[in-house]
């Protein structure tokens, strides 16, 4: 029974930090890739959330191996590049709509896309590294390193050149309202905070150097911040408003998912009649008792705006004295062959446009293409020319509906930026309110039946919780839903479906949380705040 005994098993962490940690050339850079690809399957839609473990222990344990700064980047870009290669290939998806245009460009865009996010961890384990490295950094120390580094590299990532902050590692917890609470407090930063400690925190128990007793109990409570934090979500919703209790009696919503094809969407023999389907589903029973008609992004493939007689026949899908609200693209009257915008429209029962919005961050490639001159490639939406941003993000108001702020597609995705700004009264013009939801267009289709409609809808459930204000969703192929402002799904049309939502409008949270009154200041409170703990660590653990 040699090598058996609990002296044996204690060892088994060792041999495995140490061999993990003694890997070098292609085999260090696969295996790190490999780990970055389990913490992919904790992302929506499996939520496989225990594989965070292996995950961050195993890189963990690879990044003490290493003994360079050198080497500390390609283990972080290595793993990075895996993580994004499986949490986002269906990114690749949308090049198949036009395969004949864009088919070959799909392992390229695919295989770059995630290179080039996977410079973000690198620069996180690198950072990691230099720290340790200046300051004597190691065991449970180290680990709060790690996670305040990987912070750094998610708002790098959010912010730099248009940014793309998708499934930030927060996101895993959107499996239920319970586990997204916390983002109230503290936005989705704090839970990707936690999470990355909790999941590295184990690796820590293979060191012999390290003081058993405080190092053990360190780790016990860091390896329970999950459960923690669904007791706090628990506690919070506790003492929320029943689901849909909470409502605005006056706005009864009629949200239309038409589950249109993408290759069908803008075809010319196909437009009039998918204009004509989303107005039949419009009208279906009921439609009499709605005061909001709400269609997906680009629903109207016309430029609405310059036709009159467009806007007049479908005054009649709009509920007496309600709104269409439907997102279409949008020229200049005095310019239609210049700038053209991807807009919202509110429509009135006469056909009078009573408010638009245009979209202000635009997707790359999608919607227009980065030096075009240079890489001498089309976007991948209709048209030739590039869409332009909008303005600014914005807050729209329609009689007899609360002020809501519109977003666009992935607009949705970003923290702390999804709300138009609060003006007070001036001699010039009317004090712009305060939102009172948001409303979220877009259009999966691009996208199939993968994973990206999923992360797409995670994502619009955080800002929810974040801002304490309720999300209306609605997407050609769905995910279309009405979210309440603790996260919860009050109804939904599930991908790929085709159908109405009747629901009510629900209220706000009565509350500002403490993220939506201070915004992204929390996510810098938290790194100095974090930084603090590093120190305590550093001296007591």
């Known amino acids: 029974m040699t090598g058996q005994g609990p002296a044996a098993a ?33 992302l929506p839609p499996l939520y496989l959330f225990p594989l965070l473990l292996p995950a961050f222990v195993g890189v963990f344990w690879l990044l003490d191996g290493a003994e360079t700064g050198r080497g500390a980047v390609l283990t972080g870009w290595a ?30 865009a695919v295989a770059g896309l995630a290179a080039g996010l996977a410079l973000f961890p690198a620069f996180s384990f690198w950072l990691t590294f230099l720290a340790a490295r200046r300051f004597g950094l190691a065991g449970v120390a180290k680990v709060f390193a790690l996670a305040a580094a990987w912070l750094i590299g998610e708002g790098l990532r959010a912010w730099i050149l248009t940014g793309f902050p998708w499934n930030l590692m927060g996101s895993v917890w959107a499996f239920s309202p319970q586990t997204l609470q916390l983002s109230a407090y503290g936005g989705v930063w704090l839970l990707s905070l936690l999470t990355v400690a909790a999941a590295a925190a184990p690796a820590v128990l293979a060191d012999p150097a390290q003081r058993r007793v405080r190092v053990t109990a360190a780790v016990a409570l860091l390896t ?19 689901l849909g209790d909470a409502v605005v009696e006056e706005v009864r919503l009629r949200l239309v ?9 803008w075809h010319p023999d196909r437009k009039a009649a998918n204009l004509r ?33 467009l806007r007049e026949e479908l005054a009649g899908v709009v509920p007496p004295g309600g709104f269409l609200i439907a997102g279409a693209p949008r020229v200049a009257p005095e310019d ?6 991807n807009s919202l429209h509110a429509l009135d029962d006469q056909g009078r446009i009573a408010a638009t919005y245009d979209k202000v961050h635009l997707v790359p490639f999608g ?75 877009t259009n999966d289709a691009w996208f199939g039946d993968s994973s990206g409609p999923y992360q797409h809808f995670a994502a619009a459930r955080i800002r929810a919780v974040e801002e304490g204000l309720p999300v209306v969703r609605a997407a050609n192929n769905g995910i279309s839903a009405v979210i309440d402002s603790y996260g919860r799904i009050v109804d939904r049309i599930n991908l790929n479906d085709r159908g109405i939502i009747d629901a009510d409008l629900p209220e706000a949270a009565k509350e500002l949380t403490l993220y939506s009154y201070a915004g992204n200041l929390l996510y810098f409170l938290e790194l100095i705040l974090t930084t603090c703990v590093i120190f305590v660590a550093r001296r007591f653990i």
């Not at 060892?11 to 992919?40: F, H, Q």
């Not at 290669?85 to 392992?107: C, H, Q, S, T």
């Not at 239609?336 to 915008?341: E, M, R, S, V």
């Not at 890489?375 to 590039?386: C, F, I, P, V």
Request: charge should be positive; include cysteine.
């Open 10 to 42: 204690a060892a088994r962490p060792l041999r495995m930090a140490r061999a993990l940690g003694a890997l070098t050339g292609w085999r260090r850079l696969l295996a790190a890739a490999v780990c970055g690809a389990l913490a992919a399957a904790a």
């Open 79 to 108: 793993f990075g590049t895996g993580h994004f290669a499986a949490g986002l290939y269906w990114v690749g998806i949308a090049f198949l709509v036009d395969a004949e245009r864009f088919g070959w460009a799909m392992p390229f």
């Open 224 to 242: 329970l911040l999950p459960a923690l934090n669904w007791g706090l979500g628990a506690w919070r919703l506790a003492s929320a408003p029943a």
């Open 257 to 265: 998912q038409p589950s249109i094809p993408q290759a069908l969407k």
């Open 277 to 309: 389907l989303q107005a039949e589903l419009s009208r279906l029973p009921g439609f009499e008792t709605r005061t909001l008609i709400i269609w997906p992004e680009t629903a109207v493939p016309y430029l609405l705006a310059a036709e009159p007689r």
């Open 336 to 341: 239609p062959q210049g700038q053209i915008w």
């Open 367 to 441: 919607e227009y293409t980065p030096l075009r001159s240079l890489l001498g490639m089309a976007k991948l939406t209709a048209g030739s020319r590039d869409f332009s941003p909008g303005p600014g993000l914005a807050t729209l108001a329609l009689p007899g509906v609360p002020a809501f702020s519109p977003l666009i597609c992935y607009e949705i995705i970003f923290p702390g930026k999804v709300k138009g700004p609060v003006k007070p009264a001036t001699e010039s013009g009317s004090a712009q309110a305060r939102p009172r939801w948001l409303l979220n267009l």
